[in-house]
């Protein structure tokens, strides 16, 4: 799907399923991988690649905010961003991302009841504020909040990440991979370039597929009982 063919279209896709999410028991619901965090990381992606002295962001050493130029402007700002798609002549990196296969694929499933999570109240507001782009891999995995992940995973039998066997919160989750988000999310800004990005991409478009699948089961189940 065209970045601007999905702009142009867009909903939540919460509002879009609130139906279905219902019959599932949530009450309160939230995007799983939200449009800006994945668009963000990408433009900062491809500038990395770009020689010192030609890169259009910067960020303060080991430091997790991602600037505009010289300025205090975040890149992380639906404003800016939706500003900047709109405007006839890009900057490069915004050429280049949108010509993205991987990213026109995550696009074309974005709008899926498989990018629908059960959230609990207050929870999608403290995500958007709690400096990681919105990856719900360095949100639900910090040490504050995956007591809250784990209430969730049980209390709605969640598919939340299906081909990451590795990140399981109903055990250990004192373990590595409940850093600080913080840390996180420098360490996952430090190793960005293009090519993760792209295997991220398909990673992420992969996992909103497969709880496709699971929950419309799940739907169908729920309409016999």
């Known amino acids: 799907m065209e970045i601007k063919d999905f702009l142009e279209a867009f909903q939540p896709v919460e509002k879009k399923f609130e139906k279905e999410t219902k019959k599932l028991g949530w009450e309160y619901t ?4 939200s449009f800006l ?3 963000v990381i990408g433009l900062y992606a491809f500038d990395k690649e770009k020689s010192m002295g030609k890169q259009l ?3 303060i050493e080991d430091g997790f ?3 505009v130029g010289d300025t205090n402007q975040r890149l992380y700002s639906n404003n800016y961003i939706l500003k900047r798609i709109k405007e006839s002549k890009q900057p490069d990196n915004f050429s280049k991302l949108n010509q993205l296969k ?3 694929d995550f696009l074309s499933v974005y709008n899926s009841i498989g990018n629908v999570i059960p959230i609990w109240p207050g929870g999608n507001e403290s995500r958007g504020k709690f400096d990681c782009y919105d990856l719900p891999e360095l949100y639900f995995l910090d ?3 995956a007591p809250w992940t784990k209430y969730l995973l049980e209390k709605y039998d969640l598919n939340l990440f299906p081909d990451v066997d590795e990140i399981n919160l109903l055990h250990g989750i004192e373990s590595r991979k409940t850093l ?3 840390s996180k999310t420098v360490e996952f800004l430090d190793a960005l370039d293009v090519e993760s990005y792209k295997k991220y991409l398909v990673r992420i478009t992969k996992n909103i597929e497969e709880r496709e699948k699971y929950l419309n089961k799940k739907l169908d189940y729920c309409q016999l009982i």
Do not use: A, P, S, T
């Not at 939230?30 to 991988?33: F, M, N, Q």
């Open 180 to 182: 600080k988000n913080k």
């Open 30 to 33: 939230d995007v799983l991988y």
């Open 65 to 67: 905010v991602i600037f």
């Open 37 to 39: 965090g994945i668009y």
């Open 143 to 145: 040490k504050k909040i």
């Open 102 to 104: 991987e990213l026109k």
């Open 57 to 59: 962001y910067r960020r």
